[in-house]
């Protein structure tokens, strides 16, 4: 997970452009849904615009950083709602992470969810199904107080996510919470509140289950595989060509790039330990079916 530096400003011009009279038509919902005091409606208006997060996120999920297929990625990827748009569950915290750390608070019953900001740009990001669908559906674990009344994120002090939002830079940087070591995430972070939130973001998405998510572990160990043989070779040739892979290898809109990052953080520092996470990371390869 990496952020993506997006303010609401330039959402809204990248709206406009892409979908002219998008932001009018929330508001006209949004004022509706204010009326009603929850989210219903027959359809919606959201997957409009789509196009803009798979744009700004370089077609990847916000969460598990896997790239969306091409043409067919409006089929793979949903536009996710980070505060649900209907009744907050309580998430089912697992055991590990429980101990340690206060409970989340839990939701009230019934509540209405955060319809008001059903139609909010920094109330989405794109994301693929397993990690939407499967995973976040209606949780939001949060320390502090629920604030179902809120209609704008950046003002809501009253909640403390346990997620990391990656779009603008109100959140913290998902980087300072979440790094890697090989294919596995862990929080590095000796800050309480972003070990939370990073080993919260971790569980939640299941980024270091082997086996829930073993493609996602190959897709990394591939990534990692290809980046040292480019690395050992841009280092001992002092070859331009392969320092530009790298570099694309890395960028924000490169799949895996914080597992990308950290990996060559590790090979600047420690060119040893770096050889045996490639191997480790090969081996791994060969090993899944
Ligand atoms: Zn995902």
């Known amino acids: 997970m990496i952020r993506y530096d997006f303010e609401l400003d330039q959402l809204e011009a990248l709206v406009d452009e892409h979908k002219p009279g998008w932001r009018a038509r929330a508001k006209e919902r949004t004022d509706e849904l204010r009326r009603i005091g929850a989210y219903e409606e027959n359809s919606s208006i959201w997957g409009e615009i789509k196009a803009v997060y798979m744009q700004i996120q370089g077609a990847k ?8 297929e091409g043409d067919f990625s409006q089929y793979e990827l949903d536009l996710e709602h980070f505060r649900p748009k209907r009744t907050v569950r309580k998430w089912p915290c697992p055991s590990e992470l429980a101990t340690g750390h ?121 990534v990692i595989f290809i980046l040292h043989c480019l690395l050992q070779r841009a280092n001992e040739e002092e070859n331009p060509q392969m320092a530009e892979e790298v570099g694309n290898m890395i960028a924000s809109s490169a799949a895996h790039a914080n597992c990308a990052r950290s990996f060559k953080r590790l090979f600047d520092l420690d060119h040893v330990e770096a050889a045996k996470v490639a191997e480790k990371a090969r081996r791994f390869i060969g090993s899944i079916s």
């Open 61 to 68: 999920c916000s969460f598990c950083e896997r790239k969306f």
């Open 102 to 222: 206060a409970p989340a608070t839990a939701p009230p019953a019934g509540n209405s969810g955060y319809y008001l900001l059903s139609y909010h740009l920094l109330n989405y990001a794109a994301v693929c199904k397993p990690c939407n669908s499967g995973l976040k559906q209606n949780y939001f674990p949060i320390s502090g107080e629920y604030n179902f009344v809120g209609t704008e994120p950046n003002d809501m002090h009253a909640e403390q996510p346990w997620l990391l939002y990656p779009i603008g830079s109100a959140d913290v940087d998902p980087e300072d919470a979440v790094s890697f070591h090989g294919m596995l995430p862990h929080c590095k972070s000796d800050d309480p509140n972003l070990q939370l939130r990073g080993l919260a973001t971790i569980a939640f998405f299941q980024l270091d289950d082997v086996i829930a998510r073993k493609n996602l572990m190959r897709e990394r160990a591939q």
